[in-house]
């Protein structure tokens, strides 16, 4: 169980929170951004379903914002945002706008993203 603490939060988490902001406002990459979210929740999901009350929403954020020890949301409050994070990248994604490459689960295909989300 430590394994998951110890590689998904310096590792996984932080890259996807960096990718996050690298493309939040970028209309040329809705899709990759909405990826991005779905991926989060899904391994936070994994996170916060072996350890609880986990950091969750300064997560990853060291870095951009300074955020060294961030606070533990409560499980109710991660689940939540779970559902509001998934229905934002389920709503952007856009089959006519940016390809998502490098996806080794869907390979890049927008239906079963969307599905997943």
Not at 56 to 78: C, H, M, V, W
Not at 90 to 107: E, F, L, P, W
Request: charged share 25%; hydrophobic share 35%.
């Amino acid at each position: 169980m430590s394994r998951i603490w110890t590689s998904f939060y310096p590792n996984a988490i932080k890259n996807i929170v960096d990718a996050q902001y690298r493309t939040a406002d970028d209309e040329q990459k809705v899709n990759i951004h909405a990826a991005l979210s779905i991926y989060k929740v899904y391994l936070m999901s994994i996170i916060t379903d072996i350890h609880g009350d986990v950091p969750y929403s300064e997560a990853g954020k060291g870095f951009l914002e300074e955020k060294f020890n961030p606070r533990y949301d409560t499980q109710e409050e991660i689940y939540n945002d779970f559902f509001a994070e998934l229905t934002a990248a389920v709503n952007n994604m856009d089959a006519g706008k940016d390809r998502i490459t490098g996806d080794v689960i869907y390979n890049g295909n927008i239906t079963k993203m969307e599905k997943a989300g």
